[in-house]
C-alpha cells in the first residue's frame, strides 16, 4: 500500500522535538525518519497494519536512532489498512504540549499522548 506522511511545520503544530527527527513505525518496525516540514512517501506491505511516529532520544548520536529502543516517546497507533488509493497522514504536537511548563511529556503514560498521527481529508 502508498502512503503519504507529513510532518506539520507551525508553531503550535511542532512545538516539541521540532528540531529531532521521528521515527516512522509500521506495526512495530522502522520504515522512515521524518523531519519537520518533511513529506515521505512510503511503500507499506499491503496488510492492516499499526501507523505510530516515535521522537528519536536526542542524547544519542545523530547516526544511532534506528531501532525502537532509541525512541522516547510514540504516538498513540492508527490503524490502516489497504486501499487503491494513496492514503495521506500528518503528524502534530499536540496542542497540551505547548502548555507544558511541568516537562510532563517525560513522564511515562503521557508520553502517548505527545503526537498524534492523523488521517488527512482527501
Known amino acids: 500500500m502508498e502512503i503519504t506522511i507529513r510532518r506539520k511545520?507551525?508553531?503550535?503544530?511542532?512545538?516539541?522535538?521540532?528540531?529531532?527527527?521521528?521515527?516512522?513505525?509500521?506495526?512495530g518496525a522502522v520504515v522512515g525518519r521524518l523531519a519537520t516540514g518533511e513529506i515521505m512517501a512510503l511503500t507499506l506491505p499491503d496488510v492492516c497494519g499499526t501507523l505510530q511516529v516515535g521522537l528519536l532520544d536526542s542524547r544519542k548520536s545523530p547516526y544511532i536512532g534506528n531501532m525502537a529502543d532509541d525512541i522516547v516517546s510514540t504516538s498513540r497507533g492508527l490503524g490502516i489498512s489497504p486501499n487503491q488509493a494513496v492514503q495521506a497522514f500528518s503528524v502534530r504536537t499536540r496542542r497540551w504540549v505547548f502548555f507544558d511548563v511541568a516537562d510532563l511529556v517525560y513522564?511515562?503514560?503521557?508520553?502517548?499522548?505527545?503526537?498524534?498521527?492523523?488521517?488527512e481529508p482527501t
Not at 511545520?9 to 506495526?27: E, I, K
Not at 513522564?107 to 488521517?119: C, I, M, N, Q, T
Open 9 to 27: 511545520s507551525g508553531f503550535f503544530d511542532n512545538s516539541y522535538g521540532r528540531c529531532v527527527p521521528l521515527l516512522v513505525l509500521f506495526d
Open 107 to 119: 513522564f511515562g503514560p503521557l508520553s502517548r499522548w505527545v503526537f498524534a498521527v492523523e488521517k
